[in-house]
């Protein structure tokens, strides 16, 4: 109950940054001395991912701007609190897709990162709230995939668009040439894509300043 008691103080904090809000850099830094307390009174999963989510929401919020030294503090506390929170409850798609998140924040594309991004995928394949945020990570990790694991993500990304109402988030997601490049290479086979594809970036492109 006092671990309970003590994570319910930093709940304000988290869903802040969640949303995007501005918070205080104090604010950030009593929420996690609170959780630090909660985690040292209840070692539980749900309270390593709970503060994994705050010190990410916190290395990486626009509202202030950490020392790059706090930040890899930080995001390495993040890394730390996941690996412990997946070793006791591994079915956990959302938390592998932050721990790939949080590799990728630290050392960019590499296969540590991509082995948290396919354990996502493995433990939460069709979750299409979820596909938004793998797309990007695919994309920034390209150069560290495998030929393997390139041929397995591109099936997903196919089937996605398949079961997608909408496909905004793939144009979304499109930040280079080559990200265009592969997104068209996924869904090369899915009909209508390209024309799709074209539409949704020449309507973005127009409301371009």
Not at 63 to 69: E, I, K, L, R
Not at 86 to 98: E, F, K, N, T, V
Not at 185 to 197: K, P, S, T
């Amino acid at each position: 109950m006092k671990g309970a008691w003590q994570a319910q103080q930093a709940d304000a904090a988290t869903t802040a940054l969640r949303l995007n809000y501005k918070i205080s850099l104090d604010a950030v830094l009593s929420a996690i001395d609170k959780l630090d307390r909660a985690v040292e009174t209840d070692p539980i999963a749900a309270r390593h991912f709970q503060r994994s989510e705050l010190l990410v929401g916190a290395a990486l919020s626009p509202y202030f701007a950490p020392t790059a030294q706090q930040r890899t503090e930080w995001l390495k506390r993040a890394e730390d609190d996941l690996r412990a929170g997946l070793g006791d409850d591994p079915a956990r798609g959302i938390q592998w897709l932050r721990l790939s998140s949080v590799r990728l924040a630290l050392e960019g594309p590499s296969q540590r990162s991509v082995e948290a991004l396919l354990m996502s995928i493995d433990t939460a394949p069709m979750l299409l709230p979820l596909w938004p945020a793998r797309l990007r990570l695919i994309l920034d990790n390209w150069p560290a995939l495998t030929r393997e694991q390139r041929e397995k993500v591109a099936l997903y990304v196919a089937r996605t668009w398949q079961l997608s109402s909408g496909h905004d988030w793939f144009a979304d997601a499109i930040r280079m040439p080559l990200d265009e490049l592969l997104i068209r290479y996924f869904v090369r086979n899915e009909a209508g894509a390209q024309d799709e594809l074209t539409r949704l970036l020449t309507e973005r492109r127009k409301r371009k300043p």
